[in-house]
């Protein structure tokens, strides 16, 4: 019985061994068969992926996700349905760590846990889920386009100027609450929506609902009030600027707008904001600058005559003016600054009389402008002539520059505060010179046709009705203007 019983325990080890080591051989064959490949019965979502490669599981998942991507996902907000791409509301998925996670399961661990992965895979398989991830912008954008007509964004509180208050220049604007869809709620459910998802090629992804929040503002009026008090005493004292026998005085309205207010750590700061300053600089620019006229000087065999004596120019020095206004601004400092002028040389322009178009010197559109007095614009393709005009240039004293330029900006109806006039179918070109057709005046009066062919102009370059809009169709910005005699 003893024996018996001895006999059956030894066959129970025998067996237990010969079993084990069928198992090790078994699982040494899986291992030599999947190498560096993913493993029998691993999908992605429903995507089976098994005996591929990392690269090949990558390529194979970047083509069904990008089916996916272009499918819908519902989204629902306040009884409207929208039906936006997975790839228009930003929905990413990370193809490369899906096909990692793919590759690499159960190729660790030790016998026993990669035996019982081994087991569960041949009887249930191994679904890896997908977690997408999202470009909060791009939903952000999306999201902003369905609450279009309803959401509307958090006002902050902030500081108005007042010329009349007598108190105080400035006056506190309160901040106002706002309602908007919550972009990380709105990214959470889109993505738990396709995280539940066993088979993300053939189930449908349910409808999300979206809802609207308060949204607080940033700033409070409680927040403006220190610093009202700052801003008001800022912008009490005048800057007065001397140039020679000029003066121009900054007085609270024009100091107000160079204060730029600014939010850090949840705290309002002031600085100086440069830009308001550049634009206030413009209109002393205006009165102190004067552009550089080339002297030119014609060459007719070995004859040489001066047809324009020219006039070096002179530039404002905007950056000690600046770093000066910031040195003084949040000190009790005096606030006098004298301006300083750079001088512009003027070049000598060597011309030719009777000077032919100049075809080809550009490889695309372009434009050439003769200023002698033949008064001439021709519009070139290249090489090709496509049309020619009468144009004016710039008078004694208004001279028109010469030299290579580019159309810089554009405007159907520019208006000239310094004459007070319209200037149709602008296209500057630098310095406040431009191409415009014949100017009007608010009354409705317009420039003659009988100017054309003369030099009336104050630098610019005039042209006549319907001639002026056919350039204009003919330049975008960036197009090449040469300017000779």
């Known amino acids: 019985m003893h024996q018996h019983a001895h006999h059956h325990i030894k066959i129970s080890v025998i067996s237990i061994i010969v079993l084990t080591v069928f198992i090790n051989i078994l699982m040494w064959g899986v291992d030599l068969v999947f190498a560096q490949k993913i493993g029998f019965g691993v999908q992605v979502s429903g995507i089976d992926l098994t005996g591929k490669t990392g690269l090949q599981a990558k390529e194979i998942l970047e083509q069904k996700f990008w089916q996916v991507s272009s499918s819908g996902v519902g989204l629902s907000f306040q009884e409207n349905e929208f039906n936006p791409t997975l790839d228009q509301i930003g929905v990413l998925f990370d193809t490369a760590d899906l096909a990692n996670q793919a590759v690499n399961y159960n190729k660790g661990g030790n016998f026993i846990s990669r035996f019982w992965n081994t087991s569960k895979i041949l009887f249930f398989g191994k679904n890896i889920k997908i977690k997408p991830e999202v470009d909060k912008a791009k939903l952000y ?11 509307q964004q958090p006002q902050n509180a902030t500081l108005l100027y007042n010329e009349n208050n007598s108190s105080s220049y400035f006056e506190i604007v309160q901040e106002k609450i706002g309602k908007t869809i919550d972009v990380d709620k709105a990214s959470n459910k889109i993505n738990k929506q396709i995280q539940e998802k066993t088979d993300i090629l053939h189930q449908d992804i349910k409808t999300v609902e979206l809802k609207t929040s308060e949204s607080k503002p940033t700033v409070t009026s409680n927040d403006l009030s220190d610093i009202k008090h700052e801003a008001d005493q800022l912008i009490a004292k005048p800057f007065v600027f001397n140039y020679e026998n000029q003066e121009f005085i900054a007085r609270s309205i024009d100091i107000a707008k160079w204060l730029k207010f600014i939010e850090v750590n949840k705290e309002i700061q002031i600085e100086v904001n440069e830009l308001a300053v550049n634009e206030y600089l413009d209109i002393i620019g205006e009165q102190i600058n004067i552009p550089v006229t080339d002297r030119v000087v014609e060459f007719s065999g070995s004859k040489k005559t001066i047809k324009r004596e020219g006039r070096d120019g002179r530039q404002l020095k905007r950056k000690p003016v600046i770093e000066k206004i910031h040195e003084t601004f949040f000190e009790n400092l005096d606030r006098k600054i004298t301006l300083e002028v750079t001088t512009i040389k003027l070049t000598e322009k060597i011309v030719y009389p009777d000077s032919p178009p100049t075809g080809g010197m550009f490889p695309g559109n372009y434009i050439e402008i003769n200023i002698s007095a033949k008064q001439k614009m021709h519009l070139w393709k290249g090489d090709k002539l496509t049309a020619t005009y009468t144009i004016s240039s710039g008078k004694p004293g208004y001279y028109t520059p010469t030299g290579t330029y580019y159309v810089i900006n554009k405007n159907i109806r520019a208006w000239s505060s310094t004459y007070g006039l319209y ?16 100017p009007e005046w608010p009354g409705g009066y317009k420039e003659g046709l009988n100017h054309l062919g003369l030099r009336v102009s104050h630098g610019c370059v005039r042209l006549g009705v319907g001639a002026a809009a056919a350039v204009y169709s003919f330049s975008p910005i960036g197009t090449p203007i040469y300017i000779h005699y």
């Open 423 to 438: 200037m149709p179918y602008w296209m500057g070109f630098g310095g406040g010179y431009g191409i415009h057709e014949l």
């Open 141 to 151: 954008s999306y999201l902003e386009y369905v609450g279009k007509d309803s959401v």
